[in-house]
């Protein structure tokens, strides 16, 4: 098989939980945290043994990897720059909260090799950061967004999410005003869902908050009008990118390139195999540093699946799919292009501008 060219490493710590988030994620201590980084460390060397590794990209997501110090992150990256070949690497990528980084921090990231940042801002509105339940301000955000680049990083990306509770159609062209302002080479903007087991769909079900598909359909139409115009190229269904700036680690998960995941609830896919690593940070270290395998879902999926399931993700995309590849779904394609969700052009199938609101239904077709 080839080598495995795309790393994932999750980092489950945040300062503080989010009531909408459905990620595995916790609040640290100092205690769980240095066991943890060593158990991510062994798990990397084993993976070294077992796979061949030679990677192109690596993302740092969670959870907020930029709430580990700095001394915890030079001996994680440190540790991971002995462990791994770098030499083909095209794209480091780390998530941060605009309330975790400083100066110093920014500086040591540039340093140990990472050279993209997703700074999780969601909306330059103090009063929806609130509802959120988020521990940055929008000043901070914008203050973060400077350190950044004055430590040397030329490839930022900004997080957004739109259809907050109480939020007004005119807040979030204020949102986007702000983020061009700024000048990011990116911008992911996605519509807030209520996941079952969190705050918010609790608040939902008991109908504090209530969802509004007109006025989401709002927020996404005026996105996909306002960022193209300003000079981000709608690439995938929530990701803007100037040109030569798209993440290169999504792209390849879009495109069905294997992958390696690293820490608690991380999954991997090589090949037909698919498994995940178990949500439970203490005992996945236990498990990792005593038994070298912390595994607690696995599943081998047929061709037809693994196809069907990137050919799902490749519909999201500006790229589309060859015709050639749609055969089995033949009778799928025509009554989309009926329903004006897609367009054949160039031998390609692309979603249409009604279709991306309807993304997900089409994606249906394929899983």
């Known amino acids: 098989m080839a080598a495995v060219e795309h790393l994932y490493f999750h980092i489950p710590f945040c300062p503080k939980l989010c009531p909408y988030c459905s990620f595995y994620v916790e609040v640290g201590s100092a205690n769980k945290t240095?066991?943890?980084?060593?158990?991510?460390?062994?798990?990397?060397?084993?993976a070294t043994t077992t796979h061949d590794v030679q990677p192109r990209t690596i993302y740092f997501g969670g959870g907020t990897p930029s709430a580990l110090s700095e001394a915890q992150l030079e001996y994680l990256l440190g540790g991971l720059?002995?462990?791994?070949?770098?030499?083909?690497?095209?794209?480091?990528?780390?998530?941060?909260?605009?309330?975790?980084?400083?100066?110093?921090?920014a500086r040591l990231l540039h340093s140990l090799g990472v050279t993209r940042l997703s700074l999780g801002v969601q909306s330059w509105d103090d009063a929806l950061l609130q509802t959120l339940g988020r521990v940055h301000s929008a000043a901070q955000a914008?203050?973060?967004?400077h350190v950044l680049r004055e430590a040397g990083f030329g490839n930022l990306n900004i997080d957004l999410m739109f259809a907050v509770p109480g939020q007004s159609?005119?807040?979030?062209?204020?949102?986007?005003?702000?983020?061009?302002?700024?000048?990011?080479?990116?911008?992911?903007?996605?519509?807030?869902?209520?996941?079952?087991?969190?705050?918010?769909f609790r608040r939902l079900t008991g109908g504090e908050f209530r969802q509004d598909d007109d006025r989401d359909v709002a927020f996404f139409e005026t996105t996909m009008q306002v960022l193209p115009a300003a000079g981000w190229a709608q690439y995938e269904i929530s990701n803007y990118a100037r040109a030569g700036r798209e993440s290169r680690h999504n792209q390849a998960y879009w495109r069905g390139a294997d992958y390696l995941g690293f820490g608690p609830s991380a999954f991997s896919t090589r090949g037909l195999h698919r498994w995940q690593n178990i949500p439970d940070t203490a005992e996945y270290s236990r498990r990792i540093l005593e038994t070298g395998t912390a595994g607690s879902f696995e599943e081998h999926l047929t061709p037809a699946q693994r196809r069907g399931e990137t050919?799902?993700?490749?519909?999201?995309?500006?790229q589309g799919v060859a015709a050639g590849e749609l055969t089995p779904w033949q009778d799928e394609m025509r009554e989309f292009q009926e329903l004006g969700l897609l367009a054949e052009q160039d031998g390609r199938f692309r979603l249409t501008q009604r279709g991306k609101l309807m993304a997900d239904s089409v994606a249906e077709a394929f899983v």
């Open 169 to 200: 159609v005119a807040q979030w062209e204020a949102t986007l005003s702000k983020t061009i302002a700024l000048q990011p080479e990116h911008v992911s903007s996605y519509c807030l869902t209520y996941e079952e087991d969190t705050d918010y």
């Open 142 to 145: 914008e203050e973060t967004f």
């Open 81 to 105: 720059r002995n462990r791994l070949d770098l030499s083909q690497l095209e794209e480091w990528d780390f998530e941060a909260n605009p309330a975790t980084v400083r100066a110093p921090k």
């Open 34 to 46: 240095t066991r943890f980084l060593d158990a991510l460390l062994r798990e990397v060397e084993l």
């Open 311 to 318: 050919l799902a993700f490749a519909m999201r995309t500006s």
